[in-house]
């Protein structure tokens, strides 16, 4: 008996510091619900929100340095503008895990409370690959625009937030739903070569996002109130600062629960991680506090075994990116996406074979050298292009060089020396193989690191499995 009063009481202290966000109301210490919950369900509930809720946490953190935080060297625009960036990714773009250097960026912060919003884009020529890649709060890739998706014709795109209701207006190509109020638009347009910059960067002066009531020339509807962010985290502090929990409240705010979710949202309320609460870690007992630190190594530990698999390649790595249908709500695949590869592609928009060890199982480390070899015939099968990427780790940026080399990529082909027998050859390492092979060179850092490769709009024999990466060969 002296057991369950204990726990009653650990439980009750967990919640008096939860208050709404707006209102600043204390949660009710009396809540029956928290008095069912011990510290071995707590520590269970917490592993579950936060592989549930790091994909939002870290989504938050970075729409709030590209659209909130103007003093943020990464800041992009205002909400429901779009930012071009007439440039490919380089070493000193910081704040995306894993960026690509392929494709020159626009990127648009969707505030989708007031009403909905109409992307007009222009026709483009059929030779060059271009999307819209559209993601929710969760991260989910619920929609596409772009080569594959909708052609290269142009259109006027409309994106309802949860709550709009109303008919298609005229000249509308397509109506698009998204399940949360605040998403992200990404557009990547293919760049040839460094000379064909400048035709890039007219393509991305006529992306144009309009209100819907700007589009049809009518009265705009009240403005919704300004985003009130939550002070975001650093990647280092989301592995370990119970402060997730406030973060993952602050977003679950405009995520209206799904259906299939009721019952699991409910169950994280019993720990107090709930839409629109303050969760105030100093109010934890000692014992709660321990239980919910446990849950967040946990989660952790999961996160490493997937990625073992990941590594090894019984898990692709393009199964953490999709719809929600396609995810089928695996929370732990969805947590995979965020950390190994935030805003990756859908797998047919794009695939990602890595390499983060060599053909023995051995890490890659800048101390050795390695080659990457494709016999004659065996390129990377896309119908856009394919690229091959260097990544430091643990950080996963770009590597600075001499070269100021980041990828190699099949817009380089001519510029590649193939063997006499017509493979093609790639050197993986710190130093200069020698200048007669530098055109093949990927440069990598002094220490560990990790190379991504992709492929846009990939053909059948690579999502079939019909082709095969080869594997990089430690020489």
């Known amino acids: 008996m002296k057991k369950k009063i204990l726990v009653f009481i650990l439980v009750v202290i967990t919640f008096v510091g939860c208050k709404k966000v707006n209102k600043a109301e204390e949660i009710s210490s009396s809540n029956q619900d928290s008095a069912k919950v011990d510290l071995k369900e707590i520590r269970e509930i917490t592993k579950e929100a936060y592989i549930y809720g790091f994909p939002l946490v870290d989504n938050?953190?970075?729409?709030?340095a590209y659209f909130v935080d103007k003093?943020?060297?990464e800041y992009k625009a205002p909400w429901n503008t779009i930012r071009n960036i007439p440039r490919v990714f380089t070493s000193e773009?910081?704040?995306?895990?894993?960026?690509?250097?392929?494709?020159?960026?626009?990127?648009?912060?969707?505030?989708?409370?007031?009403?909905p919003v109409v992307f007009i884009i222009p026709p483009i020529e059929k030779s060059r690959y271009w999307s819209l890649q559209l993601i929710d709060l969760y991260t989910y890739n619920f929609a596409y625009l772009g080569s594959r998706a909708t052609g290269n014709g142009g259109g006027a795109f409309m994106l309802t937030g949860p709550h709009w209701k109303g008919d298609m207006p005229k000249?509308?190509?397509?109506?698009?739903?998204?399940?949360?109020?605040?998403?992200l638009g990404i557009i990547r347009t293919q760049l040839f070569n460094a000379g064909d910059l400048k035709n890039v960067e007219k393509i991305q002066k006529n992306y144009?996002?309009?209100?819907?009531s700007a589009y049809l020339g009518k009265p705009a509807p009240p403005k919704a109130k300004p985003l009130d962010f939550v002070k975001p985290l650093t990647p280092e502090e989301q592995k370990?600062?119970?402060?997730f929990f406030n973060n993952l409240n602050f977003a679950l705010q405009f995520c209206p629960i799904h259906p299939s979710e009721k019952d699991l949202r409910a169950r994280f309320a019993k720990i107090g991680i709930q839409e629109g609460k303050v969760f105030n870690p100093a109010s934890l007992s000692p014992e709660v506090k321990n239980a919910m630190d446990e849950g967040i190594k946990d989660a952790w530990a999961e996160m490493a075994d997937l990625k073992k698999k990941v590594v090894t390649g019984e898990v692709s790595s393009g199964d953490g990116f999709g719809t929600r249908e396609f995810l089928k709500n695996n929370y732990l695949f969805r947590m995979s996406g965020a950390f190994l590869g935030i805003y990756g592609n859908s797998k047919e928009e794009a695939i990602y074979p890595t390499y983060y060890v060599d053909a023995k199982g051995e890490k890659l480390n800048g101390k050795n050298r390695y080659i990457l070899k494709f016999p004659p015939g065996q390129l990377p099968p896309a119908n856009s292009f394919w690229s091959i990427t260097m990544y430091d780790q643990p950080a996963s940026l770009l590597v600075a060089n001499s070269l100021n080399r980041y990828l190699l990529n099949s817009t380089m082909l001519g510029q590649f020396k193939k063997d006499a027998d017509g493979s093609l050859t790639f050197f993986f390492q710190s130093d200069s193989p020698g200048k007669d092979k530098e055109s093949n060179w990927l440069p990598s850092p002094k220490g560990d690191f990790a190379s991504i490769m992709r492929l846009y709009w990939p053909k059948e024999a690579a999502l079939n499995g019909t082709w095969k990466q080869p594997q990089l060969v430690k020489i």
């Open 60 to 64: 938050t953190r970075i729409q709030y």
């Open 71 to 73: 003093q943020n060297p």
């Open 93 to 115: 773009d910081k704040a995306v895990q894993t960026p690509n250097s392929d494709t020159p960026y626009s990127w648009i912060g969707l505030d989708l409370r007031s009403e």
């Open 171 to 183: 000249g509308i190509t397509k109506v698009i739903q998204c399940e949360t109020d605040i998403a």
């Open 208 to 212: 144009v996002i309009k209100t819907l």
């Open 240 to 243: 370990k600062s119970l402060e």
